[in-house]
């Protein structure tokens, strides 16, 4: 099946610094990809939906300059989490779709952030 | 709105069966689909429906009825890995994926 790598895995970083995360399609070229966070024992929640060469379209509620999604490429989509502050601690989860597919969503492995 | 019910937790027993009910209201539907995560992982897909009926797949089976907004995820011969959370998730018109709040099942000796 296809492969989608999320880079780090865990992260901790400091109050006020910026943190960026990397979401790779590693065997297919993902036009779209799919940016969610987790709290404890809770479900997903979509962030945003990210399409390659354009801007990304945030969920209501979420702050798009604080956390900046960048999809350059089809197989690269990137979020920064910046001026991270302890609120922002959670596992944020990536996914990709491909073009015209509408099964299941390739997730990658999350990364858990933690903010000091 | 649109809404995904599913248990919040379940027990079950090693060996045994148990089933994992979702009722679902989206606006539109083009298909829905069981993951299974364990705790600090990311979801991994088990299952995927789109037409009435069952499917089977090893131990897991899924069902779907459309007309009702119904879904349940049959698991057999329950072994202690499956100790997990389930979550379903319904595609909707915009092909977008509304995720259920998942149920944590736990599997006992």
């Known amino acids: 099946g296809a492969v989608v790598s999320q880079h780090p895995s865990r992260v901790i970083c400091k109050s006020g610094t910026s943190v960026k995360i990397e979401c790779r399609s590693l065997?297919?070229?993902?036009?779209?990809m799919f940016w969610y966070r987790q709290f404890p024992k809770k479900s997903l929640m979509l962030m945003a939906t990210?399409?390659?060469?354009?801007?990304?379209?945030?969920e209501q509620g979420v702050e798009k300059d604080k956390f900046l999604i960048n999809h350059a490429s089809l197989t690269l989509s990137t979020l920064t989490v910046t001026s991270a502050h302890p609120e922002d601690s959670s596992f944020y989860i990536c996914?990709?779709?491909?073009?015209?597919?509408?099964?299941?969503?390739?997730f990658g492995q999350g990364t858990r952030l933690t903010v000091v | 709105g649109q809404n995904i019910d599913q248990p919040t937790e379940m027990t079950a027993t090693e060996g045994a069966i148990v089933q994992i009910n979702c009722t679902y209201q989206t606006s539109g539907f083009n298909g829905l689909f069981w993951y299974q995560q364990h705790a600090g992982e990311a979801p991994t897909f088990l299952s995927y429906?789109?037409l009435d009926g069952l499917e089977e797949k090893g131990r897991f089976s899924s069902f779907l009825s459309r007309s009702k907004g119904y879904s349940y995820l049959l698991l057999k011969e329950l072994q202690m890995k499956d100790s997990a959370s389930y979550l379903c998730a319904v595609l909707d018109s915009n092909y977008q994926l509304i995720w259920g709040a998942g149920t944590k099942l736990i599997i006992k000796p």
């Open positions: 990210s399409n390659e060469g354009s801007k990304a379209t945030y």
């Open positions: 996914s990709a779709g491909r073009e015209g597919m509408n099964t299941e969503a390739f």
């Open positions: 429906n789109v």
């Open positions: 065997d297919f070229q993902a036009t779209t």
